[in-house]
């Protein structure tokens, strides 16, 4: 998806993203398109409460933001009681090391298949400082690629270290699906 700042809709009322993350353990799986994190927590987006199931990381990010990529992004995937799915999009920039992916990114398992148990911080830990977004309707974009899914992607990138970045591009240099037409979908902006 590309975000085209200059034609997204400002909402009159945003929802607001409220996370509320602690510290976890989590599984980190190889699934031989990326580096997949099951594991646990808790959003609520306005009122409604979902479930983070895993996160996943692209490279470079799935989304652009007026026609530019950022190095890479995690998708945060989440459900709430309905069996609804939001995502959370964070982009990582080039920069500092991320002392949230040093907490487990010397242990990713290099084969299919593979996996590892790790302690987790709070991934509030990984958010920017604004968690002012992009929203969209979509589908997700890793199998089973399930329509109906609306995501966040947040404007404030993170930082990346080029070691980290290197870490995981040694595993998948490119992961991320082409960019999909916008078609009739219309972009809001949360300010
Ligand atoms: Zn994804």
Redesign the pocket.
């Given at each position: 998806m590309n975000i085209v700042s200059k034609s997204t809709v400002k909402k009159t009322t945003a929802t607001a993203l409220q996370p509320d993350y602690v510290a976890t353990t989590g599984t980190v799986v190889n699934t031989g398109t990326?580096i997949q994190v099951n594991t646990s927590g808790n959003l609520k987006i306005g009122t409604t409460p979902y479930k983070l199931l895993q996160y996943?990381?692209?490279t470079p990010s799935?989304e652009a933001i007026n026609g530019v990529h950022y190095d890479a992004?995690v998708?945060l995937?989440h459900q709430d009681a309905k069996g609804r799915l939001a995502?959370i999009?964070v982009n990582f920039k080039k920069g500092a090391a991320n002392p949230y992916l040093a907490s487990f990114w010397n242990k990713l398992p290099a084969k299919k298949g593979a996996s590892i148990g790790v302690n987790l911080p709070s991934l509030k830990e990984l958010l920017p400082a604004s968690l002012e977004y992009y929203s969209y309707a979509g589908s997700?974009?890793?199998p089973p690629c399930t329509e109906g899914v609306r995501f966040y992607i947040l404007k404030q990138p993170v930082s990346i270290s080029a070691e980290q970045l290197a870490t995981f591009q040694k595993l998948f240099p490119m992961n991320a699906r082409p960019l999909q037409p916008l078609n009739e979908r219309v972009i809001k902006s949360s300010n």
């Open positions: 990326t996943h990381f692209h799935e992004n998708h995937v995502v999009g997700l974009t890793t």
